[in-house]
């Protein structure tokens, strides 16, 4: 599999340091098979993610979001979906969450839906019991761990 990437903060030597190949927006949208977004939310990030970018997906293609919902412009998403442009979508971050109960993601066949909790398995539920409950009795002990300042 070749991965390609782009950012406005990429440079092709940190895109190559990551064994990426380093791509213009549009390129990425429009070769790839999968397109994740793995940004922060801010002015410059909200909403990169529209009709221009998902009308350049291949109709074969997924698009992945874990980051932050108001990433996509949920209105276009919903759009290219349900005309069945892409193949599908897969998120985990919505403009509103919960994810309202008449939001059009729920009946969506080529949605795939999860409530913010895409990154748990059970090593990591494993690992969040165990630092809480090590946390707990260090600080009942009078030895904190973990603190944050």
Known sequence: METVAWSQNLNRENAEQAGVRLVGKEELFRVSDVVTLHL????RTRGIVGAPELNLMKP??????????PLIQEAALVDVLQKRR??????DVYDAEPLPPDH???????????????FVTRDT????YRDTVENIAAWLDGHPLRVAW
Request: hydrophobic share 50%; no cysteine; charged share 15%.
């Open 40 to 43: 922060v939310l801010s002015r």
């Open 60 to 69: 074969s293609a997924w698009l992945v979001n874990t980051s932050r919902g």
């Open 86 to 91: 892409i193949a599908g979508a897969a998120l």
């Open 104 to 118: 059009p993601f729920r009946v969506l066949d080529n949605m795939v839906a999860t409530p913010h909790v895409g």
């Open 125 to 128: 539920y494993e690992t969040f």
